[in-house]
């Protein structure tokens, strides 16, 4: 039973780009590759087919994962999204109560996540941990390191 996951439209795009560029741009590139490691001789023999024949059972199996992601999507209509507290797509202004570091996170689908640019996956610890609270609420959040408190300063709806 595959697990139903949440995508911005964005998100969801991406997917299917992905998938696209693999159904017609890799498969056939695998395909000649085999074509070409086949037309070497003995195939019993020839570490090139082999090693054709192995990426292309990897391409495979990827875009049929691709194929059951998009399949158990589900897109989330941000304009019905709450304001007023911390959700998916929230842009978060938080205040470390322990060093006053300030910080801002957006809160997107785990499959969207990427820190380095701030988007934070909602199944983070911290993420799990300011779900559902407003502006102004101080919030202790479990992380793999202790119990951090935070303030929320701040909560907005990105454009993205």
Avoid at 34 to 43: F, H, P, S, T, V
Avoid at 135 to 147: C, E, H, L, M, S
Wanted: negative net charge; aromatic residues 4%; proline residues 4%.
């Amino acid at each position: 039973m595959s697990k139903i996951k949440y995508y911005s439209k964005e998100g969801l795009q991406r997917l299917h780009n992905e998938l696209h560029e693999l159904v017609t741009v890799a498969r056939p590139a695998a395909s000649a590759a085999i074509a070409e490691a086949r037309d070497k001789g003995d195939l019993s023999e020839n570490a090139e087919y082999d090693a054709a024949k192995e990426a292309q059972g990897l391409l495979e199996m990827k875009i049929a994962n691709l194929q059951n992601d998009i399949a158990n999507a589900r897109l989330i209509d941000e304009s019905k999204l709450d304001a007023s507290k911390v959700l998916v797509f929230s842009t978060v202004k938080l205040k470390n109560l322990k060093t006053n570091a300030i910080m801002t996170y957006t809160l997107v689908p785990e499959s969207e996540s990427d820190f380095k640019s701030g988007k934070l996956s909602a199944e983070s610890p911290i993420a799990r941990g300011l779900l559902g609270h407003k502006q102004g609420d101080k919030v202790d959040v479990q992380i793999p390191a202790g119990i951090v408190p935070f303030e929320i300063l701040e909560i907005s709806r990105s454009p993205h």
